[in-house]
């Protein structure tokens, strides 16, 4: 079998995944600041880092996958300056910090249920992981990395060698951008918070005590604390979106590697890209989707968003528009059909005949999670000639168990079947290829039809067609 290999951004390059313990991986993903619905582009971060932990899983390796909630501390902008998101929310809302975390946490618990993203084994919420966050802060100062100024206490990112490491950063460059929004007394712009002071005259809703005065972590502080309090203080894989790499997670790199001495920190360094949407504005008012609701509320399976993530590579840039998640619905529903027909067929599997399909499958997943290579593997499976229909079914439910469509239990959501003249002798001539044992000329008009977009489905009562 093949190694799995797996694209690090820390070193830029695909390198073979081994964990730090043999037989069990630690993997921590960035979740949702809970002040507002999640964005669809964030879920496609949650699909990915599930996606990596279902074939992770069917390698046989033990998971321990921990997903923060943000509660505290996230301000506007990513890089500790304006207001704090979770204290606007509240504010406009009339109600309480942690009324709004419980709704939005319960919202994006929801959300992730719907698209069957596996439950993390660790879900800690930020607010409740003060005193960690405040003692990896005392160990930080204490070997002389933060300095004080009015607004609170800061990381000196000078004192880090490799502060610029992970997204490539060009520090010097930084330091020439004039902000005006800028923090005053910062020795850098890139330098960060580790704990923000209360300022006097704000009445803030989420304050604790600290050794340094009342106030509130940096957003940075939680995942350093947190990850390493599950997880240890090096452990293998951290996930999240491409955004997080410069600021977010180049910061948390920079706290736990000068706290912990460890390097590095995170064996591989994860990122998916950005969901775009063809250069249109996502926003509520213009009727388009922004939420998983609104695709709910529109009619479509939030399992067919599963399906349309998986469609692209992690890494690609992903175009997210109408037709797009048409597409996705169709193909999601044809293949949901598919399988449901399969499912009365009597158990006959002949292993042989399906280990080839097994490791192309595999081997598509092992090479940097190559996603759309898998579904053409199974979309080879499910229209396949020559493997029995059992072999079919098995085929499918045990790539399911990674892809994470829910196809064994998937209700159709329509009869698919159609009629025309001329595909339907095609469809007769086809069948008579195949009981004369000419797969190669069954083949040939299958491929045929499907040039037109049209698909076959093989039922226990003989074959259908369907336009896609
Ligand atoms: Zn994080």
Redesign the pocket.
């Known amino acids: 079998m093949s190694a799995i290999v797996f694209y690090n951004t820390r070193t830029r390059t695909k390198q073979d995944f081994a964990p730090l313990q043999p037989g069990r991986v630690g993997i921590y993903t960035?979740?949702p600041t809970v002040y507002g619905p999640q964005h669809i582009g964030n879920l496609r971060s949650q699909l990915f880092a599930d996606l990596l932990k279902r074939f992770l899983l069917s390698e046989g390796f033990a998971v321990e996958h921990v997903i923060?909630i943000?509660d505290v501390g996230h301000l506007v902008s990513d890089a500790d300056e304006g207001e704090d998101k979770m204290e606007l929310a509240a504010k406009r809302a009339g109600q309480s910090a942690a009324e709004i975390a419980d709704k939005y946490t319960q919202m994006w618990r929801e959300d992730r249920a719907r698209v069957n993203c596996l439950e993390p084994e660790r879900n800690p919420r930020a607010s409740e992981h003060i005193a960690e966050q405040i003692a990896l802060g005392r160990v930080l100062e204490e070997k002389g990395y933060l300095y004080r100024i009015d607004d609170g206490l800061y990381f000196d990112v000078s004192k880090f060698d490799h502060y610029s490491e992970l997204a490539r950063l060009d520090l010097e460059g930084q330091r020439d951008v004039q902000r005006i929004d800028a923090v005053e007394g910062k020795r850098h712009p890139a330098d960060f918070a580790i704990w923000k002071f209360a300022a006097p005259e704000v009445r803030r809703l989420q304050e604790w005590d600290s050794p340094w005065g009342r106030g509130f972590p940096g957003w940075?502080l939680?995942?350093s604390a947190m990850s390493s309090r599950y997880l240890g203080e090096r452990f293998d894989i951290h996930t999240?979106g491409i955004d997080?790499a410069s600021v977010?997670?180049t910061n948390?790199v920079a706290q736990s590697e000068c706290a912990y001495d460890v390097r590095p920190w995170v064996s591989f360094w994860m990122h998916n890209e950005f969901l775009d949407f063809g250069g249109e504005k996502m926003s509520k008012s213009k009727g388009n989707v922004t939420a998983l609701s609104d695709l709910v509320e529109q009619g479509r399976d939030p399992l067919a968003f599963r399906y349309f993530f998986l469609q692209a590579h992690y890494r690609q840039q992903q175009t997210f528009n109408p037709e797009a998640m048409e597409a996705a619905s169709r193909g999601y529903r044809r293949l949901v059909a598919l399988v449901a027909e399969l499912r009365a067929v009597p158990d006959s599997a002949d292993r042989d005949a399906q280990a080839p399909h097994r490791e192309r499958f595999r081997a598509a997943l092992a090479d940097d999670l190559n996603a759309p290579k898998a579904m053409a593997v199974v979309w080879d499976v499910a229209r396949s000639d020559s493997l029995s229909p059992a072999d079919r079914r098995d085929l499918l439910l045990a790539f399911d168990e990674v892809l994470g469509l829910d196809l064994a239990h998937a209700v159709p959501a329509e009869e698919i079947s159609e009629s025309d003249p001329r595909i339907d002798a095609m469809l007769a001539e086809r069948q008579a290829a195949r009981e004369r044992k000419d797969f190669a000329g069954a083949d040939r008009i299958r491929d045929e039809l499907a040039a037109e977009g049209i698909s076959i489905i093989d039922t226990p009562e003989g074959p259908r067609w369907s336009r896609e």
Do not use: D, P, Y
Request: net charge negative; with cysteine.
């Open positions: 960035c979740g923060n943000t940075h939680e995942c999240g997080l977010h997670h948390e």
